[in-house]
């Protein structure tokens, strides 16, 4: 999501200056005490709230329904735990959460803590219980799958009876899946046989559903009994953060409170870079796993770390080992990475059972996937560029990272080298991040001028401009959005719109994300007298909002395309307005702007477009498959009958397969990667086939393919 490039300004730092003011005034009681961590991580945080947001909220009686609405959704949204009486119990704290916060307490905190913790462990020997006993698929009774639709059980048996259906219900999909793999394995060769092939040799035992059943249980017991150990390790600090995050969530979705290693998560997606081992790691049966080793990183260049070990200690340079055996991964990710040039000592489990100590030294890990990449489509001997963007990453903290606006810039100069007649900007599933980038990005298709407008929650906007008049790129173009645009996707999409530049295509909407966010380390706004008691994590705050130049907000209602497509994710409710308490739509006054004097005719290109879509097998199917998912959708029971179940799930499967097939029939588009990057990769594989992968799911795209036909009508 965007958030503006973090060197603090003047602006900033006042803001910086409230928390600091704030947390003096924690430092002392009344009584000459001092306060505990969670009073002063939530006296800060509300401090900086009521001063710095964008649209501060009061703490009274509302505030607090909306703290204890959206933490009940939180801690138990499934209605899986908790009881009705439970919950009425908790209803007595509605109105007086903000009396809580203010004096530094949380009874409402320690009470659903505790009825949550008794509750787990009450249908913890519940789900065993239960699945000791065979489920008989014959009966006619059907499982609600939507929680929004479904109550918190009544009392105990109640609770019983839901739980009976659900691990049913788990047990009935994998049953059903475990027939799909046999039908598939059932005229399939064993691998290294050396007999006459017989039936006995070229097909594995066929199994009963009975048979399953009894396995399907055994995998569903040993899922809930990792998923419970993931719930018993929750500690004070965990429930802490959720509730923090709760309380700054209540101002609009994207303020967020990040405990310490949830903010360097953050900093990993804006930027493409972290620092550690380059490990890939998943926690299976317990254990720390390694599952894949990042080409490039310090462990592929260290050489013993290999896919399949078990990571048993980890050791800080030459301090004692401590033992991750057990552990929940994120708490393991914490001492395995570090800062580059230090030393981690891994202990590991190799899978012949024989351990081995790894010394490996840190370094920057680039996550590739993370940059543009683009190629050139030859499309009956014109030859277009493609450009896909999966976010605008910027390096905030000037560590010598890359600039998705830099990066754009070069791709666009390596597709002007290659001749290209139009290009396409895919930015499908971007959700945004950094906005000066969006800023310089605009700036590569238009000569100068304004590009979007800022405002705080007072005062005038202020307008960000696009100051060099030189164009990268002024040939035809197209901007690719659907649903999951958001943010500094919406940002340039609507400069480019606003400017008459080229031409967006895309799903209904994009996402509708239109305020902007500043981090806030909360420890170097405390005094040194809470050193005892960091880390406290960072605050996210919304402290402006968007606007296009034409003075729309992109808040809430997104960027409608100038051609809207069918689209595959149309069906789903996703979208800022979707969300819980979501800043509104408004406008203001427009920017001074000048539309480029090539316009696209919008009109004309859309009447063709429609005629096309309307004619193509591929999008028709794809329209009908969307219809069908809007009913399905709304049917939310699902019937325990495996008779039934399966006969719905075959539907679904011919539907889908006969979607996969039209879309398999679709004439491939001859797209490749650039020549001059593939003189650049040589012989190196890891990078063939990146680049391999890359363009592969492109060639049968039929929204890509729509793009380039618009393209070819603008040429």
Same mark, same amino acid.
């Given at each position: 999501?965007?958030?503006?490039?973090?060197?603090?300004?003047?602006?900033?730092?006042?803001?910086?200056?409230?928390?600091?003011?704030?947390?003096?005034?924690?430092?002392?009681?009344?009584?000459? !005490?001092?306060?505990?961590?969670? /009073?002063?991580?939530?006296?800060?945080?509300?401090?900086?709230?009521?001063?710095?947001?964008?649209?501060?909220?009061?703490?009274?009686?509302?505030?607090?329904?909306?703290?204890?609405?959206?933490?009940?959704?939180?801690?138990?949204?499934?209605?899986?735990?908790?009881?009705?009486?439970?919950?009425?119990?908790?209803?007595?704290?509605?109105?007086?959460?903000?009396?809580?916060?203010?004096?530094?307490?949380?009874?409402?905190?320690?009470?659903?803590?505790?009825?949550?913790?008794?509750?787990?462990?009450?249908?913890?020997?519940?789900?065993?219980?239960?699945?000791?006993?065979?489920?008989?698929?014959?009966?006619?009774?059907?499982?609600?799958? /939507?929680?929004?639709?479904?109550?918190?059980?009544?009392?105990?048996?109640?609770?019983?009876?839901?739980?009976?259906?659900?691990?049913?219900?788990?047990?009935?999909?994998?049953?059903?899946?475990?027939?799909?793999?046999?039908?598939?394995?059932?005229?399939?060769?064993?691998?290294?046989?050396?007999?006459?092939?017989?039936?006995?040799?070229?097909?594995?035992?066929?199994?009963?559903?009975?048979?399953?059943?009894?396995?399907?249980?055994?995998?569903?017991?040993?899922?809930?009994?990792?998923?419970?150990?993931?719930?018993?390790?929750?500690?004070?600090?965990?429930?802490?953060?959720?509730?923090?995050?709760?309380?700054?969530?209540?101002?609009?979705?994207?303020?967020?409170?990040?405990?310490?290693?949830?903010?360097?998560?953050?900093?990993?997606?804006?930027?493409?870079?972290?620092?550690?081992?380059?490990?890939?790691?998943?926690?299976?049966?317990?254990?720390?796993?390694?599952?894949?080793?990042?080409?490039?990183?310090? !462990?592929?260049?260290?050489?013993?770390?290999?896919?399949?070990?078990?990571?048993?200690?980890?050791?800080?340079?030459?301090?004692?080992?401590?033992?991750?055996?057990?552990?929940?991964?994120?708490?393991?990710?914490?001492?395995?990475?570090?800062?580059?040039?230090?030393?981690?000592?891994?202990?590991?489990?190799?899978?012949?059972?024989?351990?081995?100590?790894?010394?490996?030294?840190?370094?920057?890990?680039?996550?590739?996937? *993370?940059?543009?990449?683009?190629?050139?489509?030859?499309?009956?001997?014109?030859?277009?560029?493609?450009?896909?963007?999966?976010?605008?990453?910027?390096?905030?903290?000037?560590?010598?990272?890359? !600039?998705?606006?830099?990066?754009?810039?070069?791709?666009?100069?390596?597709?002007?080298?290659?001749?290209?007649?139009?290009?396409?900007?895919?930015?499908?599933?971007?959700?945004?991040?950094?906005?000066?980038?969006?800023? /310089?990005?605009?700036?590569?298709?238009?000569?100068?001028?304004?590009?979007?407008?800022?405002?705080?929650?007072?005062?005038?906007?202020?307008?960000?401009?696009?100051?060099?008049?030189?164009?990268?790129?002024?040939?035809?173009?197209?901007?690719?959005?659907?649903?999951?645009?958001?943010?500094?996707?919406?940002?340039?999409?609507?400069?480019?719109?606003?400017?008459?530049?080229?031409?967006?295509?895309?799903?209904?909407?994009?996402?509708?994300?239109?305020?902007?966010?500043?981090?806030?380390?909360?420890?170097?706004?405390?005094?040194?007298?809470?050193? !005892?008691?960091?880390?406290?994590?960072?605050?996210?705050?919304?402290?402006?909002?968007?606007?296009?130049?034409?003075?729309?907000?992109?808040?809430?209602?997104?960027?409608?395309?100038?051609?809207?497509?069918?689209?595959?994710?149309?069906?789903?409710?996703?979208?800022?307005?979707?969300?819980?308490?979501?800043?509104?739509?408004?406008?203001?006054?427009?920017?001074?702007?000048?539309?480029?004097?090539?316009?696209?005719?919008?009109?004309?290109?859309?009447?063709?477009?429609?005629?096309?879509?309307?004619?193509?097998?591929?999008?028709?199917?794809?329209?009908?498959?969307?219809?069908?998912?809007?009913?399905?959708?709304?049917?939310?029971?699902?019937?325990?009958?495996?008779?039934?179940?399966?006969?719905?799930?075959?539907?679904?499967?011919?539907?889908?397969? #006969?979607?996969?097939?039209?879309?398999?029939?679709?004439?491939?588009?001859?797209?490749?990667?650039?020549?001059?990057?593939?003189?650049?990769?040589?012989?190196? *594989?890891?990078?063939?086939?990146?680049?391999?992968?890359?363009?592969?799911?492109?060639? #049968?795209?039929?929204?890509?393919? /729509?793009?380039?036909?618009?393209?070819?009508?603008?040429?």
């Amino acid at each position: 999501m965007s958030s503006p490039r973090l060197k603090i300004g003047l602006y900033a730092s006042v803001l910086l200056a409230v928390f600091v003011l704030a947390s003096y005034k924690l430092y002392r009681r009344n009584d000459g !005490s001092s306060p505990q961590k969670d /009073e002063v991580l939530i006296k800060a945080m509300l401090s900086g709230l009521s001063q710095a947001h964008y649209q501060p909220e009061r703490i009274d009686d509302a505030f607090s329904k909306r703290v204890f609405d959206l933490y009940l959704k939180r801690l138990d949204g499934s209605k899986k735990f908790l009881l009705q009486s439970d919950v009425t119990a908790l209803s007595q704290h509605q109105k007086s959460i903000d009396d809580e916060v203010q004096r530094g307490t949380h009874e409402f905190l320690d009470k659903s803590t505790e009825l949550m913790s008794q509750r787990v462990k009450d249908v913890q020997g519940l789900y065993r219980e239960i699945l000791a006993q065979p489920f008989d698929f014959t009966a006619e009774e059907t499982f609600e799958t /939507e929680p929004d639709k479904a109550n918190f059980a009544a009392n105990a048996t109640a609770q019983r009876e839901e739980w009976r259906k659900f691990l049913k219900y788990q047990t009935l999909v994998r049953v059903s899946e475990m027939m799909d793999e046999q039908t598939k394995k059932k005229d399939k060769p064993l691998a290294a046989t050396n007999v006459t092939p017989s039936a006995a040799t070229t097909s594995e035992p066929t199994r009963t559903p009975a048979q399953m059943e009894v396995e399907a249980r055994k995998r569903v017991l040993k899922y809930f009994d990792d998923y419970f150990k993931d719930l018993s390790q929750t500690d004070a600090n965990d429930r802490l953060a959720m509730y923090a995050n709760v309380i700054a969530n209540t101002y609009d979705p994207h303020t967020e409170y990040f405990a310490p290693r949830d903010k360097d998560n953050f900093d990993i997606a804006m930027t493409g870079r972290f620092e550690g081992i380059g490990a890939t790691l998943q926690e299976k049966d317990g254990q720390i796993k390694v599952a894949d080793i990042v080409p490039g990183s310090a !462990s592929y260049r260290q050489g013993e770390l290999k896919a399949g070990d078990a990571i048993i200690r980890v050791a800080q340079g030459a301090e004692e080992p401590v033992s991750v055996e057990g552990w929940r991964l994120d708490k393991a990710i914490t001492l395995i990475r570090g800062k580059k040039g230090t030393q981690v000592r891994l202990t590991v489990r190799k899978p012949d059972n024989s351990t081995k100590i790894i010394p490996i030294i840190r370094d920057v890990v680039v996550i590739e996937e *993370t940059y543009a990449q683009s190629a050139t489509i030859d499309e009956k001997g014109k030859k277009l560029g493609y450009i896909k963007l999966p976010n605008f990453y910027a390096d905030f903290n000037d560590n010598g990272g890359r !600039s998705s606006a830099a990066d754009v810039k070069k791709e666009l100069e390596k597709l002007k080298q290659e001749n290209v007649q139009g290009v396409v900007l895919d930015l499908r599933f971007n959700g945004g991040g950094s906005l000066q980038d969006a800023v /310089e990005m605009a700036g590569l298709f238009i000569d100068s001028g304004p590009v979007v407008q800022v405002r705080g929650g007072q005062g005038a906007p202020t307008i960000l401009n696009d100051r060099d008049p030189r164009v990268q790129y002024s040939g035809p173009l197209v901007v690719l959005v659907n649903k999951y645009s958001a943010s500094a996707s919406e940002i340039l999409a609507a400069a480019i719109q606003d400017y008459k530049r080229g031409v967006i295509m895309g799903s209904a909407s994009t996402y509708g994300k239109g305020t902007v966010q500043r981090i806030f380390d909360l420890d170097d706004a405390m005094p040194a007298e809470f050193n !005892s008691i960091k880390p406290f994590g960072s605050l996210k705050l919304t402290t402006q909002k968007f606007y296009r130049i034409n003075g729309g907000s992109t808040q809430f209602k997104g960027v409608i395309p100038d051609i809207v497509l069918p689209d595959a994710y149309s069906y789903l409710d996703q979208g800022e307005k979707e969300t819980d308490y979501p800043l509104k739509w408004d406008e203001i006054t427009p920017a001074r702007y000048r539309a480029w004097s090539n316009a696209p005719a919008i009109d004309k290109l859309r009447q063709a477009s429609t005629a096309r879509v309307n004619t193509s097998p591929s999008f028709k199917q794809l329209s009908d498959m969307v219809q069908r998912m809007v009913k399905r959708k709304d049917d939310t029971k699902v019937s325990l009958k495996l008779v039934n179940y399966r006969a719905e799930q075959v539907q679904a499967k011919t539907e889908s397969d #006969k979607y996969e097939a039209i879309q398999n029939a679709a004439q491939p588009m001859a797209i490749a990667p650039l020549a001059f990057d593939i003189r650049q990769i040589g012989a190196d *594989t890891i990078k063939v086939n990146r680049a391999s992968r890359f363009v592969k799911p492109l060639k #049968k795209d039929i929204t890509l393919r /729509e793009a380039v036909a618009v393209l070819k009508d603008q040429i």
